[in-house]
């Protein structure tokens, strides 16, 4: 049997854990992938510029460059970094409902522009999703070295030079002879801004297709951006920036997305699945070519991982919008907070509304815990007591100490396990407001104008530390070690510095669950206080 000293100790111990957990996540974050995505963003764009003519190959796929132009090397990393496709490049503007989509006079889509008034950039324009340098969606490139060469000199024919599908679905075929061999794709707009496109070469020329590089709209610290894809027996792999080394076949995919934090690039096909191959590029990260053959049929979309637009093309698609390892936990709480902002109307009382009900639902746990801690504050005199009396015979002093727990109804690990079983349940609150784009543009109270962003005042994150400050002062503490006190002390402060560039969606969710575990240990403090006073 371990002695008590023992017990108490690995009691405070996992408590100091369970915190530290908290402020080694947040600071790992800030401190740590902030700056090295920093500097592989900037790496990229020097590699661009230095190996322009330079891309990985696939199975005699020919090297070409990424973006199927001639590079200025004279041009600057920030110009070649521009959004801007000019439009002696473009052959077909499609207009549907949601987006425009630019295609170019090598049939790749340049450009996507989101045309709903929410989704607007720092400078008040409309947000484009990719960069005019970038690998781009719907490139083809040919097995056939010679038919490849060939392929990025010739210009596409369009069957129409302007597009409108925004309230019917609209066909365009893009044709390009190559002498021997025509590329053709047939592509059917719809009103909802997604396609279906048929590839198909003659001469049984073998190509592959892929899905570009990702939108480049928010690529942060906080989310993860990357390539996702989804295999016939529903297993999903994450590849993120940076962390593909080499090159990985696949069969069996029914859907690859390219995404940022809340914009993707996405080709499905969930009656045939696709094959594909995975490169790395300059900066390991990953790229996705489609194996056509000589043709090949599949759906498109790109723009905002918004749930329900996802869900309207196919439920699967829903599983474009990447949780992390909590999903099973976050992906109901997501649809929960949907149904209940179906009835609110606003965001920012969805989130306080689920904060209450999440805190309800934990409230036995949370019950346990807090009573645990009171009983123990209690007793911590005649546990000091015992430590003293027996302090040359551990095993006498763990004896006693037992026969205390058992006599009171005390359990010393009771105060920290609750706490430990509520951290999946915050990390899946963590990465759904954190993957939530329709938090983007919604409005709270007064100040907050948009729930995706930081706290543009710092008000969310200064009432959070305070109500941390407050719900530490009336939580009974039993720590006689005088640096975990100090380290208990120093947390609301450090959880405030961190939370003042969190998006305020998710600084609310803090600040009310602070609120409502104050209220909890308020009562039960009242309890005991009560019960301390009958006996008297």
């Given at each position: 049997m371990n002695n008590m000293n023992q017990n108490n100790g690995m009691q405070k111990r996992m408590l100091i854990m369970t915190l530290v957990v908290f402020v080694f996540f947040l600071a790992y974050e800030f401190l740590v992938l902030k700056p090295q995505k920093e500097a592989k963003a900037e790496a990229a764009k020097q590699e661009q510029i230095k190996n322009a003519n330079n891309t990985p190959t696939v199975e005699g796929m020919v090297q070409t460059d990424v973006s199927g132009n001639p590079v200025d090397m004279s041009k600057s990393v920030e110009a070649l970094s521009t959004k801007a496709i000019a439009s002696s490049n473009i052959v077909t503007v499609v207009k549907t409902a949601k987006n425009i989509i630019e295609i170019d006079t090598l049939g790749r889509i340049a450009q996507v522009t989101l045309s709903e008034e929410k989704y607007k950039d720092e400078d008040g324009k409309q947000i484009k999703l990719f960069e005019a340098n970038q690998l781009r969606p719907l490139e083809v490139r040919f097995a056939d070295t010679n038919v490849n060469n060939k392929a990025f000199k010739v210009a596409v024919t369009s069957s129409n030079k302007n597009v409108d599908a925004s309230k019917t679905k609209?066909?365009?075929?893009?044709?390009?002879?190559?002498?021997?061999?025509?590329?053709?794709?047939?592509?059917?707009?719809?009103?909802?801004?997604?396609?279906?496109?048929?590839?198909?070469?003659?001469?049984?020329?073998?190509?592959?297709?892929?899905?570009?590089?990702?939108?480049?709209?928010?690529?942060?610290?906080?989310?993860?951006?990357?390539?996702?894809?989804?295999?016939?027996?529903?297993?999903?792999?994450?590849?993120e920036d940076g962390d593909l080394d080499k090159t990985k076949n696949y069969t069996g995919i029914k859907f690859v997305s390219n995404f940022d934090r809340y914009y993707a690039t996405v080709i499905y096909n969930f009656e045939r699945s696709l094959a594909l191959s995975l490169m790395p590029d300059a900066e390991s990260n990953p790229q996705a070519f489609i194996h056509g053959n000589d043709n090949i049929t599949f759906s498109g979309y790109a723009g905002p991982k918004n749930f329900k637009d996802l869900k309207a093309l196919n439920p699967e698609l829903t599983d474009v919008i990447e949780y992390g390892w909590f999903t099973f936990i976050a992906k109901p709480m997501f649809i929960l907070l949907q149904f209940i902002q179906s009835y609110v109307g606003n965001w920012g009382w969805t989130i306080v509304i689920l904060t209450i009900l999440v805190k309800l639902v934990l409230y036995p746990l949370s019950y346990k815990g807090m009573v645990s801690m009171n009983k123990l504050k209690e007793l911590a005199p005649k546990m000091k007591e015992i430590q003293t009396k027996y302090k040359d015979d551990k095993q006498k002093q763990s004896m006693h100490m037992m026969e205390l727990y058992k006599k009171h109804g005390a359990n010393p690990m009771g105060g920290c396990l609750p706490l430990i079983l509520q951290i999946p349940v915050f990390f899946a609150i963590y990465r759904v407001l954190l993957n939530a784009i329709e938090l983007k543009g919604a409005e709270f109270i007064f100040w907050i104008n948009d729930l995706a962003e930081m706290d543009p005042y710092f008000v969310l994150p200064i009432l959070m530390g305070a109500s941390m400050y407050l719900q530490q002062r009336i939580t009974p503490n039993t720590m006689q070690d005088e640096m975990q006190k100090k380290i208990f002390q120093m947390l609301p402060v450090v959880f405030t510095f961190f939370f003042l560039w969190f998006p305020a969606g998710l600084t609310l969710y803090w600040f009310i669950n602070n609120v409502f575990t104050i209220s909890q240990q308020y009562y039960i403090n009242k309890l005991f206080d009560k019960k301390r006073a009958a006996k008297k």
């Open positions: 609209q066909e365009l075929v893009l044709t390009q002879n190559l002498g021997e061999t025509v590329l053709t794709k047939k592509f059917t707009f719809y009103p909802d801004g997604h396609y279906d496109l048929s590839t198909s070469t003659t001469n049984g020329k073998k190509f592959f297709i892929t899905n570009g590089f990702r939108p480049n709209v928010l690529a942060d610290m906080y989310a993860d951006h990357g390539l996702y894809l989804k295999q016939n027996d529903g297993v999903m792999e994450l590849t």
